[in-house]
């Protein structure tokens, strides 16, 4: 087998074989040891060290080998002067008989240590020097020659790129953790407002499963932060350093929901022009929200039936079996009982979804929960803006505490975010909630859900029908009409 020194005379192998090993490297302090080790031994030098500027721009021992730590800062320190050459010109210097070489005299620990040979070769990044590796030797001489220099001046180069994914690799890793850690902080149970009896019960249970696998039906009107439980019951799990995927089942088609749940091969379609995973393998190990379950197609749902009890899927367009291990968590604002009674939901897929239910209840159950989160929301869209608002005048808590919502925290946090930008006073006042007339009272024996469907259908001639101006009048969004209209739709039909 080739040594090092040998390989230099095929230098596109040689640095082939170092680029290999020291790029698998990702820990700065294991990759600059071993870019000294092989440094060392391509030029045979007995002992080095690494320097690597500080964020002073100052040349700072990194590492050293077959010396103590004083040896090397003795002789870094000694060295300046040709250390400080090799980083502004960016050459190497090489040094056959330092004893004898001008540039070393008065260095009275090179005689002391009877050093013969040195190596200094430049650390550089994108032109810009970041350190440099310091080699030498007391007996061996055979690898300071100049012939060495072209292929001593390319592995630092390769070193110097090595340096700097390791770099970035540290960067995007405390990056992720740091996301990750606020990620867990804006997910995590305490971050959902409510102290109104009936969010109690949701923290309870919450907290009963949050450490287990177990699949979660969670039903409540569009609104309610159906998606926010799902996430805080991920992030605070033992699966919380997985992905966690999240899709609204009711905005696809069957043949793009279901490419899109377990992938497609290539040409399984048109449009397919390569294979592509599906979000159920994105999410293997981690947790799967799928919003609005109940407007799955029954072939979805068998699918969906299978995941859930084999771990199985299959892409579009394949044959063979995958294998993942998801966490489901399910929501819905429709009653899956009585779409499983008329046979539009699979009864043994509702049993599977449905091991531990959560229901959120709508903001208007929630009355003493209103002033808590229309607080929070001042204060987030207040700091957002930089406007200095401090609170509500007691007729613009009264106004939202009466109010109904139909599109519940959802509409709630589109209307104080209006009414921040809105306000031109400290205070914000009811005017500048801009919500529908909270004053109506229901008519004698009208349901809420009647007088709800009146408000939208009165709304939506005084907007000539337009969804998109209609919702946002009514504080709701687009999707919470569209829901609505279908539902009301569905009823007149029967």
């Known amino acids: 087998m080739k040594t090092m020194t040998e390989e230099i005379h095929n230098p596109l192998e040689a640095i082939s074989r170092i680029s290999q090993k020291i790029n698998t490297l990702h820990d700065i302090d294991p990759l600059l040891k071993s870019i000294l080790h092989i440094a060392m031994e391509v030029m ?48 190497p210097i090489i040094c056959f008989d330092a004893l004898a070489d001008d540039r070393f005299q008065g260095a009275q620990s090179i005689r002391i240590q009877r050093i013969q040979s040195i190596m200094a070769v430049p650390l550089t990044m994108k032109t810009r020097p970041i350190g440099a590796i310091y080699l030498d030797s007391v007996e061996r001489r055979a690898g300071f020659q100049a012939e060495t220099l072209p292929f001593i001046t390319a592995f630092a180069h390769q070193a110097a790129i090595a340096i700097e994914n390791a770099q970035l690799y540290a960067a995007l890793q405390e990056e992720n953790r740091h996301l990750k850690k606020q990620i867990q902080g804006t997910f995590s149970a305490k971050e959902i407002i409510g102290r109104s009896n009936a969010m109690k019960k949701v923290y309870a249970l919450m907290e009963s499963i949050i450490e287990s696998d177990i699949t979660v039906l969670i039903s409540g009107e569009s609104g309610t932060g159906k ?38 091969k290539k040409a399984a379609f048109t449009g397919a022009t390569s294979d592509k995973k599906g979000l159920f393998e994105v999410a293997d190990g981690g947790s799967f929200f799928l919003d609005e379950i109940g407007d799955l197609s029954p072939k979805i749902q068998t699918e969906l039936l299978r995941v859930i009890q084999e771990g199985e899927i299959k ?37 599977r979804l449905n091991v531990i239910k959560i229901h959120l209840p709508p903001l208007r159950e929630r009355e003493g929960d209103i002033p808590l989160l229309a607080h929070f929301f001042l204060d987030k869209y207040a700091a957002k803006s930089k406007k200095p608002v401090k609170g509500f005048s007691p007729e613009a808590i009264e106004f939202l505490t009466r ?92």
């Open 44 to 91: 045979g030098s007995e002992r080095g060290f690494i320097l690597m500027l500080d964020e002073n721009q100052e040349l700072k021992l990194r590492i050293a080998q077959n010396m103590t730590e004083e040896q090397a800062a003795d002789l870094s320190q000694i060295s300046q002067s040709v250390l400080h050459q090799v980083m502004e010109k960016g050459e």
């Open 227 to 264: 998606e926010l439980v799902a996430r805080a019951l991920h992030y605070n799990g033992p699966r919380k350093e997985k992905p966690f995927m999240a899709l609204f089942c009711g905005a696809l088609p069957e043949n793009l929901l279901e490419s899109e749940l377990f992938g497609h």
């Open 315 to 351: 892409r579009v367009g394949e044959t063979h079996v995958r294998h993942v291990d998801v966490r489901i968590i399910a929501a819905t604002n429709k009653n899956i009982e009585e779409l499983v009674s008329t046979g539009q939901f699979r009864e043994d897929l509702y049993y």
């Open 403 to 494: 109010y109904h919502w139909p599109g519940n925290i959802r509409e709630l946090e589109n209307t104080i975010e209006r009414a921040v930008l809105l306000t031109r006073d400290v205070f914000i006042q009811q005017e500048n909630l801009q919500l529908p007339n909270c004053e109506v009272k229901l008519p004698e024996k009208m349901s809420l859900k009647d007088f709800e469907k009146q408000v939208a259908q009165k709304a939506l001639a005084e907007n000539e029908n337009n969804i998109s101006k209609t919702a946002e009048q009514l504080g709701v969004s687009r999707r919470w009409l569209h829901y609505r209209l279908k539902e009301w739709q569905d009823e007149e039909d029967q």
